[in-house]
């Protein structure tokens, strides 16, 4: 080799390997609907396997006390894309078909951070921050959606449900068609497939793929390869093509020689739905499901992969939450925080399993209902406020699809140790005083900046969510229902 072309291959090399470092990573994130704290392999999943994420823990890190926004699907969602407390910007619980408000414009969700810094969008799954036009994905950060606007029990074949339009199947923002029976139980293949391509398609540029997936949120849809497959039954069947998505997705990363340059991510919204019994996921060993702030309901199964950047087969028991994800991520990619205050904190030394990592809040808050603040968490401490919650009170669920009835319960102000009591049995509140009145002042700080419904407290931090004018509403009703809303049973 002559001189000069060896000049040329060594400015080649330097200026490849100076490309490989500028590169920001691409992210994926994969969020599962109402999946168990315990419905995963390595967090103790019985009756069906999990090998895709068990690998995936196997290379990359799990986090056993990582926790959502709320324990309900559109405000868990929106801790997600916002880092914000869901209440912080007006979103409430599950937002329903027809739904007058939706994630305000002004919001600066995780794919527009990332769209700020030249990358490429995707969400294949379930959206559910509001289902007019403007508040759907494409107006919100996303180049790409293909999925469901809202819930799948939301629909008139529902049992619980016959007040609702067909369930549409969206693209862009433009409805394909009603997502029938045979859709449903196809929509996990689909959404993985599109997902597969979606990574194919950008493996030369960075991308934030996001893929919420509508299952395994009743009603229980799987397709005909993986139908009774598990000793679980259904619900395990559904886990089980679940986990098949995953590690389609992994392969498709490592496929393309992108496993150093992605941050995968897997966790759900909320926990499982335990009124719906054999329908539903487990927690075990935690205390209630969805629709609670007992650990059951928002402490979540979490894994995270990034070779040769998050440490392989580690485990991390420091708590953490959805809403430090957009901060984090922005820091990564070197992207500008929203210019509207969030909640979220850069955690990464967590992530990377950095020595003596501590998270950087005081306290994480837990509301639910509307406004309702609930309780706080602040280190090993959980301190449960006086509120009402549902329970099973030791019940069964149900079977087949059909839930049965919760009770509605009185919760006092309760104090768990929750590095040795997971499962929320042993109030300590009388004998710790000092760590009740240490968490109460995050009380207070959370209520002078979000407010209390319970309390009756107006937080000076709180902003709206995105509205429909009267003319918008009317327009979305006749879309969705074009013979006139039937009542609500």
Request: with cysteine; hydrophobic share 35%.
């Amino acid at each position: 080799m002559n001189k000069i072309a060896l000049c040329l291959l060594l400015v080649a090399v330097c200026v490849a390997h100076a490309f490989s470092e500028e590169r920001p990573p691409n992210v994926v994130i994969i969020f599962t609907d109402d999946q168990g704290y315990s419905d995963v392999g390595k967090f103790g999943a019985e009756g069906f396997e999990t090998p895709n994420l068990d690998r995936m823990a196997e290379e990359g890190r799990m986090f056993t006390q990582w926790y959502a926004a709320q324990p309900v699907c559109s405000a868990s969602r929106t801790g997600l894309l916002t880092g914000c407390y869901p209440n912080r910007i007006g979103i409430h619980g599950a937002l329903g078909p027809g739904s007058r408000h939706g994630i305000n414009p002004e919001e600066t969700t995780l794919a527009e951070v990332c769209k700020s810094k030249g990358y490429a969008t995707a969400i294949f799954g379930k959206w559910h921050l509001g289902d007019a036009e403007k508040f759907l994905p494409p107006n919100h950060g996303f180049d790409e959606y293909f999925g469901i606007p809202y819930s799948n029990d939301m629909w008139p074949n529902h049992p619980t449900a016959k007040h609702f339009p067909p369930l549409p199947l969206i693209s862009g923002t433009e409805i394909l068609r009603e997502a029938d029976e045979h859709d449903q139980r196809m929509m996990t293949t689909w959404l993985t497939s599109k997902a597969v391509d979606f990574i194919n398609r950008n493996r030369e540029n960075p991308f934030f793929l996001y893929v919420p997936h509508p299952q395994p949120h009743v009603p229980l849809y799987v397709s005909d390869r993986f139908a009774g497959t598990t000793e679980r039954g259904l619900y395990g069947d559904v886990i089980a093509e679940i986990d098949w998505s995953v590690g389609e997705i992994l392969n498709a990363i490592d496929t393309n020689g992108l496993g150093e340059d992605t941050l995968v991510m897997f966790t759900s919204d909320n926990g499982p739905w335990l009124s719906y019994g054999t329908h539903s996921g487990k927690a075990d060993p935690l205390r209630e499901g969805k629709g609670t702030v007992w650990e059951g309901g928002v402490r979540e199964p979490c894994i995270m992969r990034w070779t040769g950047k998050i440490p392989a087969g580690t485990v991390s028991v420091t708590p953490a939450m959805n809403i430090d994800i957009l901060p984090t991520i922005a820091n990564l990619i070197g992207a500008e925080m929203p210019e509207r205050k969030i909640d979220g904190l850069d955690i990464w030394p967590i992530l990377a399993g950095e020595e003596g990592a501590e998270n950087p809040h005081d306290a994480y808050w837990f509301y639910y209902k509307q406004n309702e603040l609930q309780a706080v968490q602040s280190g090993e401490w959980k301190l449960i406020l006086p509120h009402r919650y549902r329970t099973l009170s030791g019940r069964e669920g149900g079977d087949g699809g059909t839930p049965v009835r919760y009770d509605n319960i009185m919760a006092e102000l309760e104090l768990y140790r929750l590095t040795e009591d997971i499962s929320e049995q042993t109030n300590l509140a009388a004998d710790y005083p000092e760590e009740v009145e240490k968490l109460l002042k995050y009380v207070e700080a959370a209520r002078a900046e979000l407010g209390d419904r319970l309390t009756k407290r107006e937080g000076a931090g709180s902003r709206e969510p995105g509205r429909l004018t009267e003319e918008e509403g009317a327009a979305l009703d006749k879309l969705h229902w074009p013979n006139g809303k039937p009542a609500k049973k």
